[in-house]
């Protein structure tokens, strides 16, 4: 696996550690149980790191010197690409020859890398995109940077350079061919996953069915009601959450002039709608880490709202299960694994219908789908939830059952297989051309 820009012992919700950072450690963790050794290349940012740390059995983590430890944006990377390469070659070349089957790269800024190891190793290229530039400079937010030329040339040369690409979604999947020219032979589909011991309802045991879905709903809302005590909110507020990098092509701001208009056309909600904001400043946002802050003041709203820094998925379980609903505003989302965690803990989602998060929540069932980013049209679909307060629990059941189909070992048990078919035909193509070599 190649990580190049963010590592995945960081903690996601803050930087550029996000949705990819879980994609890798929960896709490495069960491929490894499936009999998969799994090696994760990241750059180094601080001198006091390890070469090499256990994640869990059977996955390691490299990091590799590229650059100076801090203080590199990701936009400055590509210049340290030479570098990381060169330890990621260094390293093989201490192993045995063959023992990398299968390079599986993440983000274009490891697709550079990963285009050139598998050339060097003779073995097969398998990229996650995650995000594409064409696609978010299709659709950014208001005040948000484009993604720059190079990303989109980069992008090209490495799904030129793929064996297989693996996208999220159809809609992924599509826009790979529309955009950059992807051949059908390269593209393969395998949804995101959630850690279903860890994102479940309260009353769901960790030891018993994975995913196991509300059982008992009076015993389900007293663990709610405990759980709220402990994380210092009102027990009969309407908790609209967001949980997530803050950055404009998030839109959290939408979600808080959404509460501003609710609060306009009725100010007696003012003491019953909560809004925590989970996470922390990223990408663009890092420009101007208070603006959300100083957004909410000129609103008149900082009452209502909570900013809380990132925290680890136990607790970040928690903040969902307290929730009456997780808000997702985004402009663009390759899937959106927060709307996935979300419905798991039995909470439903209130998502922009954009990227993969139509596939992540059913309409009507799961949560809603909000077309555009309009705060007034927000704020109708919000306002669901506290007209009807039986609505959070009973779309909350069926989000948890809709979540049970997305667990971690189904993604893994497809890409496993997906490697070893890349690894046949790359072998077969290699044996293909000795014989060619052969009898000429």
Request: contains cysteine; glycine residues 10%; proline residues 7%.
């Amino acid at each position: 696996m190649l990580s190049v820009h963010t590592s995945p012992l960081h903690q996601p919700g803050t930087g550029d550690a996000g949705g990819m950072n879980v994609y890798i450690v929960e896709l490495s963790k069960r491929l490894a149980e499936l009999g998969t050794e799994v090696e994760i290349f990241t750059r180094a940012t601080a001198s006091e790191l390890p070469p090499l740390v256990e994640l869990a059995p059977g996955v390691l983590v490299r990091h590799v010197t590229a650059g100076p430890y801090e203080g590199l944006l990701k936009e400055d990377l590509p210049a340290q690409l030479c570098a990381f390469t060169h330890g990621v070659l260094r390293t093989e070349a201490g192993h045995r020859p063959g023992h990398y089957d299968v390079v599986h790269s993440h983000y274009w800024l490891s697709g550079q890398v990963g285009w050139l190891a598998a050339d060097r190793w003779g073995v097969p290229l398998v990229h996650t995109m995650h995000t594409m530039a064409k696609v978010k400079n299709a659709s950014l937010a208001a005040g948000d940077t484009p993604e720059p030329a190079a990303r989109v040339i980069g992008e090209s040369q490495v799904v030129a350079a793929a064996d297989r690409l693996i996208a999220n979604t159809d809609e992924e999947a599509q826009q790979l061919t529309e955009h950059y020219g992807a051949l059908r032979g390269q593209l393969s589909v395998v949804h995101p996953g959630v850690n279903l011991e860890v994102f479940r309802p309260a009353t769901a045991s960790p030891t018993g069915p994975v995913g196991d879905a509300v059982a008992d709903p009076a015993a389900e809302a007293a663990q709610v009601r405990a759980i709220r005590a402990r994380l210092g909110l009102p027990q009969d507020a309407v908790v609209l959450l967001f949980a997530g990098r803050i950055q404009p092509l998030k839109a959290p701001d939408v979600l808080v002039r959404a509460v501003a208009q609710l609060l306009d056309e009725s100010p007696e909600l003012r003491e019953r709608i909560v809004v925590p904001i989970v996470g922390g400043p990223s990408g663009s946002g890092l420009a101007k880490p208070e603006a959300l802050q100083k957004l909410a003041a000129q609103l008149g709203v900082c009452d209502v709202i909570r900013f809380q820094p990132p925290v680890g998925q136990a607790e970040l379980a928690d903040w969902y299960r307290a929730a009456t609903a997780l808000v997702m505003p985004s402009y663009s989302e390759s899937f959106g694994l927060v709307a996935l965690e979300a419905q798991a803990c039995g909470t439903p989602v209130v998502a922009a219908a954009v990227g993969g998060l139509p596939v992540a929540v059913r309409d009507g069932e799961t949560g809603f789908l909000v077309q555009g980013h309009d705060p007034r049209a927000w704020a109708r679909t919000l306002r669901r939830f506290v007209d009807h307060p039986e609505l959070g629990a009973r779309m909350g059941a069926a989000a948890a059952r809709h979540a049970r189909a997305f667990g971690w070992g189904t993604a893994a048990r497809a890409t496993a297989e997906l490697y070893a078919d890349s690894i046949a035909r790359t072998r077969a193509a290699q044996a293909r051309g000795m014989a060619a070599a052969t009898a000429r």
